[in-house]
């Protein structure tokens, strides 16, 4: 099993260009995340999904978008990508939600120039 | 609402001696804890979790964390520090009401001194 694999592990983007993070796991579960890691801060849920078709809101969606066509993945986009935006993104999955552990991805560093 | 506070940003111990990480949270309902390890460079993974059975859980390479509801506090220990245990640590609620979302605290850096 490979887990939890990121699609790329480093990106370089300038003001206004889009992108798309590519989320995949391997394990069946229903539910993933898309969080960002910024220094002091810990990690901030920007959207979730729990299930195959579903999507919703985390604390800090704005900017970005998803999608979860097929189970086994979850895209996070950014249409016009800002320098707020620079920052670690880590994906995670679990079997449900509550009380489950998630599991982590190793994480996209993607700076916004 | 959910939220954690971790006490302390840094913590420096030798190699040996024990390890003291701590951790309050605030929740409107009974609540799931965990802590999470994160190696340089790496995703997180998970060290231990409670979820309203024991008050004291073990987890993985030798550390354990105890629930106390009296002073909201779920603080973690290791008797004793090896380098390996070199990382950053982050406590993590999730309030157990409807809610799928993991609030994280901003994270205790382990220095482990030779």
């Known amino acids: 099993n490979a887990g939890v694999t990121q699609t790329p592990k480093f990106r370089v983007l300038k003001t206004g260009q889009s992108m798309t993070l590519l989320c995949a796991q391997d394990m069946n579960h229903e539910y993933m995340y898309w969080y960002r890691q910024d220094p002091g801060m810990g990690l901030r849920l920007i959207h979730y999904s729990v299930g195959e078709g579903t999507t919703a809101k985390g604390e800090v969606p704005d900017g970005y978008n998803v999608s979860r066509l097929k189970k086994q993945n979850f895209l996070l986009g950014l249409e016009s990508a800002a320098p707020s935006q620079t920052s670690v993104y880590f994906c995670?999955?679990?079997?449900?939600?509550?009380?489950?552990?998630?599991?982590f991805g190793p994480g996209t560093r993607l700076t916004v120039l | 609402a959910q939220s954690v506070t971790q006490l302390d940003s840094h913590v420096s111990v030798s190699e040996g001696t024990p390890v003291l990480l701590r951790c309050n949270y605030s929740s409107s309902y009974s609540p799931s804890l965990f802590w999470y390890v994160q190696h340089p460079n790496k995703g997180l993974q998970l060290l231990l979790k409670?979820?309203?059975?024991?008050?004291l859980v073990k987890g993985i390479n030798g550390f354990e964390a105890e629930f106390k509801k009296s002073e909201t506090s779920f603080h973690l220990t290791k008797p004793s520090a090896h380098m390996s245990d070199a990382a950053e640590y982050f406590c993590?609620?999730?309030?157990?009401?409807?809610?799928?979302?993991?609030?994280f605290g901003t994270g205790t850096r382990l220095t482990i001194i030779p």
């Open positions: 409670y979820t309203s059975a024991a008050t």
């Open positions: 993590v609620v999730s309030d157990n009401f409807g809610n799928e979302k993991l609030t």
């Open positions: 995670a999955s679990s079997p449900s939600g509550r009380n489950n552990e998630q599991f």
